[in-house]
């Protein structure tokens, strides 16, 4: 019987993948020393998550350390490490993992270029500290030539016309055509680049990538750091794959990829979801889509008529607190 030849081909035939099922520590000592351009990744939080058992966070950044001790190992001397962490909370007190793992890069001899703000605008409620609306990536090279290419990743001027006004240039254009450098808080809303803030939605419930998994990253945030810190046909490891976000983040922009993870049902999500994208058929958040913001004009947005009431009665002092 002749095989169905799938209707689209996303990922190019050049480009090699791989989803490989087990414990990264042992993988990992499988591969050459300098083979990965870009290592990006979110690592075991140690916060109790389904795949995962609470220990201390001394004990947790040791086993972390081995791990980092190979992920420098394998990777190229042009390369770069992307390690995108949020908090440990611990009865109720906060530990800020990227300070913690700041050291023990530094410790292996990587140097940091960006902590970058992964900036997003819905999570849980906290009712004891302020709400938490942000995540970090700590973005380490090897060496200090290390590949960058802001031209990938530039974002439109806020004034492309502006000149400069005085000196030998006078009168030129100041910017550059391509746009501006994204800066170091991320954001993807056209309306907040004046803020300054790179404004990628989390992968909640509502989000067109949603799977099972817990703590997904957003392809979106994976494409920007493909596209800036490698080369096409480079090689991107993510050794905590969860269920393939930097795979097919890499594989959709032709670099090659291998992603390792320990739970073989989020392996296979991942090879569903590579499926899903050569076929043209995964659901994808387009990198730089500016993000929805309420036009007043929606219920959810408007002021429900109970706290109306409640305002009315505080100005009137009809709840007796004058
Ligand atoms: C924070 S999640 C990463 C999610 C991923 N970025 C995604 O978009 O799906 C961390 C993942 O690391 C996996 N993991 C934890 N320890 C591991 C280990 N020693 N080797 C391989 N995978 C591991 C967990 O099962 C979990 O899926």
Known sequence: MKVKEPLFDYISPNTEYQ???GDCMTVLAKFPEGKFDLIITSPPYNIGKSYETKTSIEKYLETQEQIIAELVRVLSDRG?????????????????????????????????????????????????RFSGRYETILWFSKTDDYIFNLDNVRIPSKYPGKRHFKGAKKGELSGNPLGKNPSDIWEVIENDWENLMWDIPNVKSNHPEKTEHPCQFPIE???????????ENSWVLDPFAGVGSSIIGAIKNNRNAIGIEKENEYCKIAKQRINDLKEGRLKIRPINKPIHKPTGRDKVSQVPHEWVQLEISNANGSNGHK
């Open 19 to 21: 989803i490989i099922n």
């Open 80 to 128: 770069n490490l992307c390690w995108q962490v949020g908090n440990y909370v611990d009865k109720g007190e906060v530990f800020p993992l990227d300070i913690f793992y700041y050291q023990i890069f530094k410790k292996h001899g990587l140097k940091l270029r960006n902590r970058i703000i992964w900036h997003f605008g819905h999570g849980l409620h906290a009712s004891k």
């Open 221 to 231: 945030l994976v494409e920007r750091c493909v596209l800036a810190l490698t080369d």
